[in-house]
């Protein structure tokens, strides 16, 4: 049986990470206040004022076997991960990745929430971590509102950091022409679930030359914006050479034309949106160019001649900490261990990285509410992979990054040396993963969690 609450607990942000987090904490039997300051103050990327918004993409990563995006969901799935069960239900077709009906899924994910009786929701700002004795779980992430940002900077004694993320655009289902594009997923993983959109040599220079001579929006010194590198607005990569766009969101490989035979000379990918597939987003094409340039620019790809937009591409500042300095691996601060870090906020990248942080700090915190210490997720773990990253990584040059195969704990040498199927050993990694993973979670599940 678990300790009872001696401290109080509560999660600030309703994105991502602080609903997994505060699911945590309620299915161990702990009490939570979850703190979500939209509608009553909004922000510059969100559009409603439901939990688990996605901003970006509606695509939380590839789920192929023993990849480490799919590793990092399988252990979340075995501890019984609340967001992770909303993405299977509402889970719309998109190849070898999951991606999400993003309404649905944060709709989902906010009755669930509002219905646990555990927790208690309550919307307005926080903007002071001072004056509270209970165990606080910071999860507001990469837009955290600036009069807390600069709390944090005052608790931690350091500046805060920041880079500028990037939304793609979404266009109508019924203005794409179908007689122009064919469905396949690459290398015919998937049952044909992206819409592809070819372009000839020509048409590639075209679209290029039109991109490069776009206007961005005023207002800001994009030359030199310290952007995430694994999220790219489309201008910013077309600089760095004429044939980045094709080696990277735009490269044909694997995605053969049926009418013709052969592969295009690049390709735009169009990826559904929702379970109605009456929308599309075009994958990697975010951007910050003004909305009538966007327009004018992505009217040049093969089948998007009369697109119609629901969203254009935008850009917005991430914040973030300076994780190697400030967390200890069970994410409390260092400085001050009743206060844990989540999401984006704590220094990884992407949705799956913000939920499995989120999940992380909700059993911490749990335990530290009954007065337990909180135990350290295994370093072979695709989470303590995350953590490792998070604590050990060189401060001076620190920025986010998403789970990788390279952050995972590798085999030793000699077996590498035995083994020389790299399939193999990616499935060796991933099995000894997920085996250190559910030791773990045995033994800080308490007896009657859900």
């Known amino acids: ?49 439901q939990f688990a918004e996605l901003v970006c993409s509606n695509s939380l990563k590839s789920d192929s076997e023993n990849s480490a995006p799919w590793l990092l969901k399988q252990e979340m799935r075995a501890a019984g991960s609340l967001l992770m069960q909303m993405a299977a239900e509402t889970a719309v077709p998109a190849g070898h990745a999951l991606a999400v009906d993003r309404l649905e899924f944060s709709r989902r994910v906010t009755e669930a929430i509002e ?80 819409i592809n959109c070819p372009m000839t040599r020509e048409e590639y220079e075209a679209f290029l030359a039109a991109l490069t001579e776009a206007q961005l929006v005023d207002g800001h010194d994009w030359d030199n914006a310290n952007y995430f590198e694994g999220c790219l607005p489309i201008e910013e990569i077309a600089r760095r050479g004429p044939d980045t766009l094709r080696f990277g969101p735009m490269k044909p490989v694997g995605l053969r034309n049926p009418r013709t035979g052969q592969l295009p000379y690049a390709v735009v990918q169009l990826r559904q949106e929702n379970l109605r597939a009456d929308s599309y987003n075009l994958v990697g094409f975010q951007n910050h160019l003004k909305f009538g340039e966007q327009a004018k620019v992505l009217r040049l790809i093969p089948g998007l001649e009369n697109a119609k937009f629901v969203r254009y591409g935008q850009i917005h500042r991430n914040t973030y900490i300076n994780a190697p300095t400030l967390l200890t691996p069970t994410l409390q601060m260092k400085q001050q261990p009743r206060i844990l870090f989540a999401g984006q906020l704590s220094g990884v990248e992407g949705y799956v990285e913000a939920i499995a942080t989120g999940l992380l700090a909700g059993v911490a915190a ?77 033994q800080i599940k308490p007896e009657n969690a859900e």
Not at 117 to 129: Q, Y
Not at 384 to 410: M, R, Y
């Open 115 to 194: 219905r646990e009786p555990r927790i208690k929701v309550v919307r307005e700002e926080v903007t002071s971590l001072e004056g509270f004795d209970g165990i606080t779980v910071l999860a507001t992430g990469p837009l955290t509102s600036d009069a807390l940002a600069a709390e944090i900077q005052r608790l931690s004694g350091s500046d805060r950091l920041y880079f500028y993320d990037s939304i793609s655009p979404i266009v109508e289902a019924d203005s794409i022409d179908e007689s122009k594009v064919y469905r396949a997923a690459r290398y015919d993983k998937g049952s044909a679930d992206y």
């Open 366 to 442: 749990a335990a530290l509410a009954a007065e337990d210490e909180p135990v350290a997720v295994p370093r072979a773990t695709a989470h303590g992979s995350l953590v490792n990253f998070l604590c050990h990584s060189e401060a001076k040059n620190f920025q986010p990054a998403n789970i990788t195969f390279d952050l995972l704990e590798q085999l030793d040498e000699a077996t590498k040396r035995r083994v020389r199927d790299k399939k193999v050993r990616h499935q060796m990694v991933c099995e000894r993963a997920l085996a250190a993973f559910v030791e773990w979670h045995n």
């Open 1 to 49: 049986m678990p300790k009872p609450q001696k401290l109080a607990v509560r999660v600030l942000g309703a994105g991502l990470a602080g609903p997994e987090a505060a699911w945590q904490c309620a299915r161990r039997g702990i009490e939570v206040t979850l703190y979500e300051m939209r509608p009553v103050r909004n922000t510059p990327a969100h559009e409603t004022d």
